[in-house]
């Protein structure tokens, strides 16, 4: 159960740049991989999922509600749809999925099926209403053979990026100008130029280069200031970038390794943050859970697929 902390009475009031996150475990589920949560502000829940088990959750915020449904073909990133239905990325395609009826309704897109050592990573849906997701290189040696594309609302499948070796922190600012990515690998963080009516990007610049001890570049969410979070799972912190690419605070993690923020609630000022298990992990550890804090900030709304042609 995710239970949500009352709404700020100050909502109006500018946060200061600096500020402590107090975290708390609201799902003690012990994920291989949590990943991709999206906050549905129809049902008032929390979408994502467990990589490595190949599990896509649900949980309420308000309640006990929380389901489970597992998949032969994974489940790698999530997102929202217009017809209510969930784009999920699974190994090597896309999906729609109906949560109503616990059913796949259509396969949109099937993506470098013709390599077995790449796997769709993070994907979130963008400003344009297209499915914008990555790929990764899971052999030993990893490689700059992944890349990011984005699924149209037809199902065109269109490379955008390439030379990556592990695609993630997808993120558009609040007004959808901006998009954010990230190698998870190739450590650095770049900001696109965006245009919502196309999905064409421009202008690619570095925004930011960091290393093993201050936070591999892994799942990503903008606030309305235009902030970028990203989870530092190497480093057990949750990063906080200014539009500019400035370290404004690296906030600590109750677990070693968060995998990706959300904000979630009516206000958008509740952020939830996915954890992965490592292996070896101590049995009382809560690596793996969904961990929760109030934010003095609220996110920048996310996005829906649109779904009208399937």
């Known amino acids: 159960m995710l239970v949500l902390s009352p709404t700020d009475s100050c909502q109006t009031m500018v946060p200061k740049m600096s500020f402590d996150l107090t975290f708390e475990c609201v799902l003690d589920l012990r994920c291989t991989v949590a990943e991709s949560p999206v906050y549905d502000d129809r049902r008032n829940c929390l979408f994502f999922v467990d990589i490595g088990k190949g599990v896509l959750h649900r949980a309420d915020l308000i309640g006990a509600g929380h389901i489970a449904w597992t998949f032969d073909h994974g ?151 235009g902030n970028y979070w990203s989870a530092g799972v190497s480093a057990g912190v949750l990063n906080r970038f200014s539009p500019e690419g400035r370290l404004i605070q690296a906030h600590p993690y109750p677990v070693s390794a968060p995998t990706m923020p959300c904000f979630a609630g009516p206000d958008l000022k509740t952020l939830f943050v996915a954890s992965l298990r490592p292996v070896g992990t101590n049995v009382q550890s809560r690596d793996g859970g969904i961990f929760a804090a109030r934010s003095p900030v609220a996110g920048a709304a996310v996005h829906r697929f649109d779904d009208r042609a399937f």
């Open 75 to 225: 489940a790698c990133c999530v997102g929202l749809a217009h017809s209510g239905r969930l784009v999920l990325a699974q190994r090597d395609r896309v999906v729609l999925f109906d949560p109503e009826r616990g059913t796949i309704a259509k396969e949109i897109a099937s993506i470098e099926t013709a390599r077995p050592d790449t796997r769709l990573n993070d994907g979130k849906v963008g400003p344009d209403g297209a499915f914008w997701v990555g790929t990764m290189h899971e052999a030993a040696d990893r490689q700059l053979v992944a890349s990011l594309y984005r699924v149209s609302s037809k199902g065109a499948v269109e490379r955008k990026v390439g030379d990556v070796i592990c695609s993630n922190g997808l993120a558009w600012n609040a007004d959808g100008s901006i998009l954010f990515h990230s190698d998870s690998r190739g450590l650095w963080i770049d900001r696109w130029q965006f245009d919502s009516k196309t999905g064409t990007i421009s202008g690619r610049r570095r925004l930011a280069v960091l290393d093993e001890a201050s936070g591999r570049p892994d799942g990503a969410a903008t606030d309305v200031a």
